[in-house]
């Protein structure tokens, strides 16, 4: 608004948003909630909303449950290191792309994005097949290698667009300065992408953490990050609701302090640059 | 930068992501076309024959596809409808002047990075439980009776939890789409004597038509395969009511292990998703300097 | 030393035809400025000697060395680029000494230089500020610095000061000239701005499509242009041209005559017309008249007139300083 809006506007907007985003987060805020609630307390009806006994019982059985550790365990490894792995491809990739385009370059790059259109239950038979044959299901391998290549797109387009807004002529001045090629690489352009570089790792990691098809599909017990372990919970047996609840409290949580940090890069990479 | 040298080099490190990514969509593809002309059961492994295009008929032809077919787009269309006129007005609240606005932000922004199998318990158990779930505590407050949402309402049940989880991703792309309107645009409508409304309908939404265009087609891309949320809430059903192509497929493959009819529902799947991809890769292909 | 010589020098993107054939000595120590209207190939130019684009054809000598094959990091070249270019995450300091650092020089020496060159420009209080600190023109001065401080042979500038606002544009020229007499060092600068080039230059290169057509000093081009282009280029307002039985009478298919070279009265000899609009500038008065058949013609007189649109005038050409033209462009004028 070029105006200083006016008082009544905004409390109007302020109240009405924070009406809006509170029912949105809502069941995020019942869940953490719940966490914090006896198993009883929990299932109760009425449901209490601030004024119940707050414990943290809950967390303390999480952590001792060896399973949730050894699962929590695979979620880090497996998005850390599909994450890694795709970076180490998709640097070089995107800098080539970037620095040395030729005229296939579009197409190129238009083509390994449209790789991430397809759906994955298209290939869910032989991938599995595959896996079972050569022993890959369940296993933390098999995870990380489909996770790479399901991101790899996406990291190699956004790793692109980083490297791209580099001002060539900085590049230049380097190189009227005397640098090689190499040196340009060390003292210019790795300084100038590194947060490009963070931004791409944050948002993948983000994404890999969350992966719930390949997870699912091609993990049971020994390789099953949180995606899963939470998902064997979907029956309500008994009551566990608190203890669920904090247990999945932990898995989000720190997804949702990364993911606050890279709302910019997830317009930039899940929109493949079609708005600006 | 473009001599001899660096372009040799340019290719050889293009060379890892360019060939894994070829194998990764030759080979599955390749398979799957193959599986799909097979007879191949894998409870009894040895027996696959040939079969041509029989599965195609037979899984076309299955009521169990056609019922799949209309729940996907019954699923697709209206999470897109309600994320897109949803996200549409929430980008404009959330373009105003508003107090504390970053927490509001982050509030309307976390579900998305919500895993999807916990959204689909806090939905299932904590909120929609018949029983002890919130939204039944609600609804006798007001003396109503609890929905049974998994069995009287399961389609509904799970357009909501996948909605919810696709709200932010729209409102995000349409608030920074909102953001770069130009401030002086909106205020030469103003000196021509455009009200609010005006304003909007002719100045607004044909700057967001393109942002929503885009939202509509890459949700679309994603929402073809929604498989967490039906997995966990209602496996499907009851009966075939919930579920899509994409979990027709799973329960093919590794519930019935039936490999050709699956494998020939993951290349209508696919074929699908091209006729989406297609629109989506032209429009990013405009946008695209390389 | 700083010579440098072109020799039939081409360049092609694809199938286009960037620079076509450009030939140019230029003297060790002079200021050679680059001008032309935009797409003329004058940036082109530039960066074929810097090095960042390879030529097509030709031969450019350094101090008589062939350097065509020679990367830009050899050549022993500065520029100074139009958005400067500066390395934001390295502090003034860090921009100006980068290129004695990939020279391998021992860092006191360093330390030394890099003092000195920003004690010349005035940056000594700004050296531990990073360039997103700067305003725009000390930025122009650091990226100065930088090419200075590495004591090259020649200095490229390509539109340095095209970034800057009106007043501080002409500062800088001043402070540009005045280094560069200071130094010695061969510049060639590119710029669009034709004031720029008359008031910095000891020779201007006017091209146009990818030609060199005219090289010489700027007197030499203003009152001896060698052809319609250069005529038309140089010098503001630009010069009348008259074709048709008006030019005929004086010989020529197409004559000219600059504003400043129309004698202006009320009545007598010369060309007749209607002033369209009178700008009075306290120190000048243009005035641009409707001539009928000859067209619109601008007129320019030192100091205030008292005429305004409506008024009727004649304009007479000095006959000494009419140009004339052949029905190619080219001058008229005893080679």
Known sequence: ?276 | MATRQTQILARTLLAPAVGLLFVWMIVPLALTIYFATLHYNLLDPETEQFVGFENFRYFLTDPAFLASLQNTLVLVGSVLLLTVVLGILLALLLDQPVLGRSIVRLMVIAPFFVMPTVSALVWKNLLMHPVSGLFAWIAKLFGLTPIDWFNDAPMLAIILIVSWQWLPFATLILLTALQSLDEEQKEAAEMDGAGALSTFVYITLPHLARPITVVILIETIFLLTVFAEIFVTTGGGPGLQTTNIAFLIYSQALIQYDVGSASAGGLVAVVLANIVAFFLVRIVGRNLEA | MGQITLRDVQKSFGPVHIIKGANLDIADGSFVVFVGPSGCGKTTLLRLIAGLEDVTGGAILIDGKNVVDTPPAKRGLSMVFQSYALYPHMSVRGNIAFGLKMAGLPKDEINRKVEAAAATLNLTPYLDRKPRELSGGQRQRVAIGRAIVREPKAFLFDEPLSNLDAALRVQMRIEVTRLQKQLGTTAIYVTHDQVEAMTMADKIVVLNAGKVEQYGSPLELYERPANLFVAGFIGSPKMNLVTGEAAAKYGAPTIGVRPEHLKISRDGEGWPGTIMVAEHLGSDTFLYVDAGALGTLTARHVGELDLTTGDKVVLAPEQQRIHRFDGDGRSLRAQ
């Open chain 1, 1 to 276: 608004m070029a105006r200083i809006a006016t008082n009544r506007q905004v409390v109007i907007s302020t109240a009405a948003a924070w009406l809006v985003g509170f029912l949105i987060f809502f069941p995020i805020l019942w869940m953490v909630l719940a966490s914090f609630k006896t198993e009883l307390e929990a299932f109760a009806i009425p449901p209490s909303f601030l004024f119940f006994h707050w414990t943290t019982e809950n967390y303390a059985t999480v952590q001792e449950r060896s399973d949730y550790i050894h699962h929590a365990l695979n979620s880090i490894i497996i998005a850390g290191g599909s994450t890694l792995i795709a970076m180490l491809i998709a640097i070089p990739a995107a800098w080539s792309m970037a620095f040395s385009p030729t005229k296939r370059t579009k197409d190129l790059l238009l083509w390994m994005l449209s790789t991430k259109m397809m759906p994955p239950v298209g290939v869910l038979v032989p991938i599995y097949l595959i896996w079972r044959d050569v022993g890959l299901l369940d296993s933390l391998t098999g995870l990380v290698f489909i996770l790479c290549l399901g991101n790899l797109p996406i990291v190699v387009w956004m790793l692109f667009t980083y490297f791209k807004e580099i001002p060539r002529d900085i590049l230049e001045a380097a190189r009227m300065d005397g640098a090689t090629i190499g040196r340009e690489l060390i003292y210019v352009l790795t300084p100038m992408a590194i947060p490009g570089l963070a931004s791409t790792m944050l948002l993948n990691l983000i994404l890999a953490w969350n992966e719930a098809f390949w997870t699912l599909n091609l993990s049971t017990l020994n390789a099953a990050p949180l995606t899963v372990f939470i998902a064997s919970y979907s029956s309500p047996e008994g009551l566990f609701w608190a203890k669920l609840s904090a247990a999945s409290t932990l898995a989000i949580a720190p997804i949702l302090v990364l993911g606050w940090f890279s709302q910019k890069q997830l317009v930039r990479g899940l929109t493949f640059g079609a708005v600006k």
